[in-house]
């Protein structure tokens, strides 16, 4: 992005752009959204919007596109946010609208408004000089097509796996006339979700006439690991053709022979095991005994890792530690506002926002519902209905004079009127939460500290904030020597001597509303205006290539540990239809395929 960012800089002159480019974020790019959609507006006969509107509220029970609020405007910006990301040209985006049960007249129609909805965005922001994230690497690869760019000698791409189509179409712009050297290993590509699809890689090599160079030696982890997921792996590629087809045996290093060990605890369930929670405090004592054991014969803090495969549980396990005054730190490579107690407050100014910006209803919005399930508890539909009216109350009230008081005082009257503050006391792992809440108030009252500033103003310097990465979560004053509890993604590129391996019964939830395929385009479930069949069709690839990914995952955690590898399992029953199941967990995983 940074190479893309000084390209796009500097031959901006090319695409027509105002040359002071600057990087803008989601409300200052949704003013340039209304105003494309007024344009498609009033370009497009209004019987032929009501047309494509009838057909979209007929056959769809969605209320949502992710974040936003079912509509055509959005749908549009959707499929344009994602042609960008996926780099797709106006050419390719054919397959997107085949997959509509549309007659041709109105396939044509839909095309037709998307195109001039496109061409008008993009010519707001070239004009205005004005990009969001997705923009710098789709503008900067339409500028590589039309010159002749680049006089290095020598190009190297490191973590080659985890470069998406896009990227690997400008690694392929600039090294025309380049030595190009892609170091790469598919086992560890675990970025797919953001269209980093390994096969890309090896597409590429080919096209490139790359020489290929194998490297099968691991200098990092000890025999015994090695073979260990030397038979995992082996175990897995009898079964999927992806792992058959890219997994090699590893080759330990001579130094690293004869060393090392591992532990599994398998767990059996017992009376007291009726939840998974349950399961995860036991699972949680043993870490810690095990941690407490460990350092008495001499380990240090600093050598343990925790690996998770997701942070949803992470605190429950620090809390465990923390009751033992075991020193630990939660590294969160995620912004303090991912929090849900922070992210409460910032819906409530997005929703102030929002009201005054559209004077729309405001009970069907995401940030609303999460605000009312966190106050009250209560499911979305016919519960709760005055507490409800008392928060639209409240942010109608506060956008009549938000822009004249400073945002603290707002949080304090927010946090007053509806208790909030004891709300996150009476949570789990209240004190971490308040730490880090008191912390986001702190910011809140220095951002205001000259001036009070206007809440879109305020609410764009607070997302500057939310870039920031906060890296350890922990009362532990000694954060450098204490065990490392971390997601898997995280620990890429790391090594720790002592890796335990957490939470191996979590499963991901899946299930999406909407999916975005390379080959297939476009797939919105839970509705009928997609073609037969093609649903089926779109949701199995996609559940077929997260599964594997997610072994990749795995391969990932357990290559991480170099003398000591301990993974705590539980005791499941196999169902006979297991292994078309593409939502195992590792658990389930390690134990279908080690002896």
Same mark, same amino acid.
Request: charged share 30%.
């Given at each position: 992005?940074?190479?893309?960012?000084?390209?796009?800089?500097?031959?901006?002159?090319l695409?027509?752009?105002?040359?002071?480019?600057n990087?803008?974020?989601?409300?200052n790019?949704?003013?340039?959204?209304?105003?494309?959609?007024?344009?498609?507006?009033?370009?497009?006969?209004?019987?032929?919007? *009501?047309?494509i509107?009838?057909?979209?509220?007929?056959?769809?029970?969605?209320?949502?596109i992710?974040?936003y609020?079912?509509?055509?405007?959005?749908?549009?910006?959707?499929?344009?946010t994602?042609?960008?990301?996926?780099?797709?040209?106006?050419?390719n985006?054919?397959?997107?609208?085949?997959?509509?049960?549309?007659?041709? &007249?109105?396939?044509?129609?839909?095309?037709?408004?998307?195109?001039?909805?496109?061409?008008?965005?993009d010519?707001?922001?070239?004009?205005?000089g004005?990009?969001?994230?997705?923009?710098?690497?789709?503008?900067?690869?339409?500028?590589?097509k039309?010159?002749?760019?680049?006089?290095?000698?020598?190009?190297?791409?490191?973590e080659?796996?985890?470069?998406?189509?896009i990227?690997?179409?400008?690694?392929?712009?600039?090294?025309?006339?380049?030595?190009?050297?892609?170091?790469?290993?598919?086992?560890?590509?675990?970025?797919?979700?953001?269209?980093?699809?390994?096969?890309?890689? +090896?597409?590429?090599?080919k096209?490139?006439?790359?020489?290929?160079?194998?490297?099968d030696?691991? $200098?990092?982890?000890n025999?015994?690991?090695? @073979?260990?997921?030397?038979?995992l792996?082996?175990?897995?590629?009898?079964?999927?053709?992806?792992?058959?087809?890219n $997994?090699?045996?590893?080759?330990?290093?001579?130094?690293?022979?004869?060393?090392?060990?591992?532990?599994?605890?398998?767990?059996?369930n017992?009376?007291?095991?009726?939840?998974?929670?349950?399961?995860?405090?036991?699972?949680?004592n043993?870490?810690? +005994?095990?941690?407490?054991?460990?350092?008495?014969?001499?380990?240090?803090?600093?050598?343990?890792?925790?690996?998770?495969?997701?942070?949803?549980?992470?605190?429950?396990y620090a809390?465990?530690?923390?009751?033992? @005054?075991?020193?630990?730190?939660?590294?969160?490579?995620?912004?303090?506002?991912?929090?849900l107690?922070?992210?409460?407050?910032?819906?409530?100014?997005?929703?102030?926002?929002?009201?005054?910006?559209? *004077?729309?209803?405001?009970?069907?919005?995401?940030?609303?519902? +999460?605000?009312?399930?966190?106050?009250?508890?209560?499911?979305?539909?016919?519960?709760?209905e005055k507490?409800? &009216?008392?928060?639209v109350?409240?942010?109608k009230?506060?956008?009549?004079?938000?822009?004249?008081?400073?945002k603290?005082?707002?949080?304090?009257?927010?946090?007053n009127?509806?208790?909030?503050?004891?709300?996150?006391? *009476?949570?789990?792992?209240?004190?971490?939460?308040?730490?880090?809440?008191?912390?986001f108030l702190s910011?809140?009252q220095?951002?205001?500290?000259?001036?009070?500033k206007?809440?879109?103003?305020?609410?764009?310097?607070?997302?500057?904030?939310?870039?920031?990465?906060?890296?350890?979560?922990?009362?532990n004053?000694?954060?450098?020597?204490?065990?490392?509890?971390i997601?898997?993604?995280?620990? =890429?590129?790391?090594?720790?001597?002592?890796?335990?391996?957490?939470?191996? &019964? $979590?499963k991901?939830?899946?299930?999406?509303?909407?999916?975005f395929?390379?080959?297939?385009?476009?797939?919105?479930?839970?509705?009928?205006?997609?073609?037969? *069949?093609?649903? /089926?069709?779109?949701?199995?690839?996609? =559940?077929?290539?997260?599964?594997?990914?997610?072994?990749r995952?795995?391969?990932?955690?357990?290559?991480?540990?170099? @003398?000591?590898?301990?993974?705590?399992?539980?005791?499941?029953?196999?169902?006979?239809d297991? +292994?078309?199941?593409?939502?195992?967990?590792y658990?389930?995983?390690?134990? /279908?395929?080690?002896?």
């Open positions: 992005h940074s190479f893309s960012l000084k390209d796009i800089s500097e031959y901006s002159i695409k027509g752009f105002n040359i002071n480019i990087v803008e974020d989601e409300i790019i949704n003013s340039f959204r209304k105003e494309a959609w007024k344009f498609v507006k009033s370009n497009f006969l209004q019987n032929d919007i *009501n047309l509107y009838k057909f979209f509220n007929k056959n769809i029970t969605l209320h949502k992710y974040n609020d079912f509509s055509l405007e959005n749908l549009l910006f959707y499929i344009y994602y042609q960008k990301r996926f780099g797709y040209t106006d050419i985006m054919d397959n997107i609208f085949e997959k509509f049960e549309l007659t041709d &007249d109105e396939k044509k129609l839909l095309k037709n408004m998307y195109f001039e909805y496109k061409k008008y965005l010519n707001l922001k070239i004009r205005n004005t990009i969001d994230y997705d923009d710098i690497l789709y503008f900067a690869n339409e500028i590589l039309d010159i002749n760019y680049g006089n290095y000698k020598l190009i190297i791409v490191d080659a796996q985890d470069t998406s189509y990227q690997l179409e400008i690694i392929k712009n600039i090294s025309k006339n380049s030595r190009l050297i892609m170091a790469g290993d598919y086992m560890q590509s675990i970025y797919e979700w953001r269209d980093a699809e390994p096969d890309y890689v +090896e597409t590429v090599a096209e490139l006439n790359l020489h290929p160079y194998h490297m030696k691991n $200098f990092r982890s025999e015994i690991i090695i @073979n260990f997921v030397n038979e792996f082996n175990s897995l590629k009898n079964k999927y053709s992806q792992i058959e087809k $997994f090699h045996n590893l080759k330990v290093y001579e130094n690293n022979k004869g060393n090392g060990k591992i532990i599994l605890k398998l767990f059996t017992d009376v007291n095991d009726k939840t998974k929670k349950s399961k995860r405090k036991k699972e949680a043993y870490i810690k +005994e095990t941690i407490e054991n460990l350092v008495k014969n001499g380990a240090k803090y600093e050598d343990i890792a925790i690996l998770f495969r997701s942070k949803t549980h992470i605190m429950e809390e465990v530690l923390r009751s033992s @005054n075991i020193k630990y730190s939660v590294i969160v490579e995620k912004s303090l506002f991912d929090d107690e922070i992210k409460i407050i910032m819906n409530l100014l997005y929703l102030i926002y929002y009201y005054n910006e559209y *004077n729309a209803d405001i009970r069907n919005k995401l940030e609303f519902i +999460e605000i009312i399930l966190f106050l009250y508890n209560c499911s979305i539909e016919n519960q709760c507490e409800k &009216d008392k928060l109350e409240f942010i009230d506060s956008g009549k004079y938000v822009d004249k008081i400073k603290i005082e707002l949080v304090k009257n927010f946090d009127k509806f208790n909030y503050s004891k709300k996150i006391l *009476n949570s789990d792992n209240y004190l971490d939460k308040i730490i880090r809440y008191r912390r910011i809140l220095k951002i205001e500290e000259t001036e009070t206007k809440l879109v103003d305020f609410i764009n310097i607070m997302k500057q904030y939310s870039d920031q990465k906060l890296n350890v979560v922990s009362l004053e000694n954060y450098e020597k204490g065990v490392k509890l997601s898997i993604h995280q620990s =890429k590129g790391l090594e720790f001597p002592i890796i335990i391996l957490a939470d191996t &019964d $979590f991901s939830p899946g299930s999406r509303e909407f999916y395929h390379r080959k297939h385009g476009l797939g919105i479930s839970k509705s009928l205006i997609m073609k037969k *069949n093609f649903l /089926d069709i779109i949701e199995k690839e996609i =559940k077929e290539k997260e599964f594997i990914e997610n072994l995952i795995l391969y990932v955690a357990l290559t991480r540990a170099k @003398n000591l590898l301990i993974i705590p399992l539980h005791d499941y029953k196999k169902k006979d297991d +292994e078309e199941n593409r939502s195992k967990s658990n389930e995983i390690i134990l /279908d395929n080690i002896n």
